[in-house]
T-cell receptor, first 113, second 112 residues
Framework: NAGVTQTPKFRVLKTGQSMTLLCAQD?????MYWYRQDPGMGLRLIHY???????AKGEVPDGYNVSRLKKQNFLLGLESAAPSQTSVYFC????????????FGSGTRLTVV | KQEVTQIPAALSVPEGENLVLNCSFT??????LQWFRQDPGKGLTSLLL?????REQTSGRLNASLDKSSGRSTLYIAASQPGDSATYLC???????????FGKGTTLSVSS
């Protein structure tokens, strides 16, 4: 049981480059999330999805796009990377209902130079 | 808007001590509260999930309590060990119940 898998684990981008972060979960969870974690700022929600084909903005969505074409996958895209997007990115998922807990991936460390 | 505060931001204790980490929140209308552990450079590991109808949950040497009326949760760690050294995060669903709001964490260091 892999849980939540993020790829890649590390990446260095040049300013202006684009990339896609992939999150895959094998728990049949409806809800999926992308967070970023920065020193002193804690974890902040970028985008989330409440089901296949849906996406919604979180607290810090600017500069990012997402897609949920398949229930098990949630993609985070950076169209034109900026140094301010240097961060650690975490994906999470959970099932529906109130008796749920969140499962997190191991993170992607992104550096934009 | 739900706000989550964790105090202290950092804590250093000798091995064997019992300790308490604190989490406070502003909106008591919550579904549940979850405690996570994060090791340096690693992801988040779920420790305990307390439903709104529960007052506490236990797992091994860990005990988490929830007092909605006062907007507080505590994580009690018994007989601390160096392996407990990590950052502990408290998180609750937002008011819509769709996403987690995190505290900034308490970084614990247990010395041998």
């Amino acid at each position: 049981n892999a849980g939540v898998t993020q790829t890649p684990k590390f990446r260095v981008l040049k300013t202006g480059q684009s990339m896609t972060l992939l999150c895959a979960q094998d728990m049949n969870h409806e809800y999926m999330y992308w967070y970023r974690q920065d020193p002193g700022m804690g974890l902040r929600l970028i985008h989330y999805s409440v089901g296949e084909g849906t996406t919604a903005k979180g607290e810090v969505p600017d500069g990012y796009n997402v897609s949920r074409l398949k229930k098990q996958n949630f993609l985070l895209g950076l169209e034109s990377a900026a140094p301010s997007q240097t961060s650690v990115y975490f994906c999470a998922s959970r099932s529906t209902g109130t008796n749920y807990g969140y499962t997190f991936g191991s993170g992607t460390r992104l550096t934009v130079v | 808007k739900q706000e989550v505060t964790q105090i202290p931001a950092a804590l250093s204790v000798p091995e064997g001590e019992n300790l308490v980490l604190n989490c406070s929140f502003t909106d008591s209308a919550i579904y549940n509260l979850q405690w996570f552990r994060q090791d340096p450079g690693k992801g988040l590991t779920s420790l305990l999930l307390i439903q709104s109808s529960q007052r506490e949950q236990t797992s091994g040497r860990l005990n988490a309590s929830l007092d909605k009326s006062s907007g507080r949760s505590t994580l009690y760690i018994a007989a601390s060990q160096p392996g407990d050294s990590a950052t502990y995060l408290c998180a609750l669903p937002d008011q819509a119940g769709t996403a987690l709001i995190f505290g900034k964490g308490t970084t614990l260091s247990v010395s041998s």
